[in-house]
């Protein structure tokens, strides 16, 4: 084989490899469109579910809902519901993570533009109670049958602790707190609170306005300066 053959044959090897990256090149970046627009759809279906679900809990209870009921208001197969959330413990705990991150940054909002602590207790007591009338009972209580959203609220009690101290400081601060008062233990008997009217499920019993009334708002009252305790009184007087 001649020489200038040789050069010819190593040509068209060389040619043939350049139109392949080429070609590999141009499929490739159409692949990678591909993949954005379906990784854009399938970042907004995965908020779709979530609404929906979110809703469906809350109006009519967790165990009431059923993962074939989501896919079929959404218009979407139960292969691709569960693709997304591989069963109904993950999705309601996405759920839940949404609508935390939600109260919180609105806590964190209106923790800045809130003149003092007594108009926070005040819009959140008007947030809980909104909150309560318009959620079916039974979404609370099948909540706790989750393992992994019990451990999500335990997680959010431990680092919300800071920011309820931050709360408690300030109400010092501003003259609506005791500064004779042990806020470690006031932080911890709230806590306690909260979890006993929710795993004992006293809003079965009793609205929430009486819950609150006589076991928030009384303990409160305990912590609270004089010119605290007339605020709040004058708040529960204008309520009734």
């Known amino acids: ?57 809350v109006a009519k209870g967790i165990k009431a809902v059923k993962m074939d009921d989501i896919a079929q208001t959404l218009g979407i197969s139960k292969r691709t519901l569960y693709e997304i959330f591989y069963n109904k413990e993950s999705l309601l705990l996405a759920c839940i993570k949404k609508f935390k991150e939600m109260k919180d940054a609105e806590l964190a909002c209106l923790y800045e533009q809130s003149d003092n602590v007594m108009d926070i207790i005040v819009a959140l007591y008007r947030q809980k109670v909104e909150e309560f009338h318009t959620t079916c009972p039974d979404f609370y209580s099948d909540m706790y049958k989750y393992p992994s959203v019990i451990e999500l609220f335990r997680e959010d009690a431990r680092c919300s602790h800071e920011r309820f101290m ?43 306005e009486e819950v609150f009334h006589n076991l928030i708002f009384v303990s409160l009252r305990g912590f609270s300066t004089q010119k605290g305790v007339e605020q709040l009184d004058h708040y529960l007087n204008i309520k009734a």
Do not use: C, P, W
């Open 1 to 57: 084989m001649t020489k200038s053959i040789k050069n010819a044959i190593f040509a068209l090897i060389e040619l043939s490899h350049i139109g392949f990256f080429i070609n590999f090149a141009v499929e490739n970046e159409f692949f990678m469109k591909d993949q954005k627009v379906i990784s854009s759809y399938m970042a907004s279906l995965r908020e779709r579910i979530l609404d929906t679900a979110m809703h469906d809990f």
């Open 166 to 208: 931050g709360f408690l400081k300030r109400g010092v601060d501003e003259g609506y707190f005791r500064d004779d008062v042990n806020m470690e233990i006031v932080s911890r008997i709230f806590n306690a609170l909260s979890a006993y009217i929710m795993e004992n499920q006293l809003y079965r019993e009793f609205s929430i």
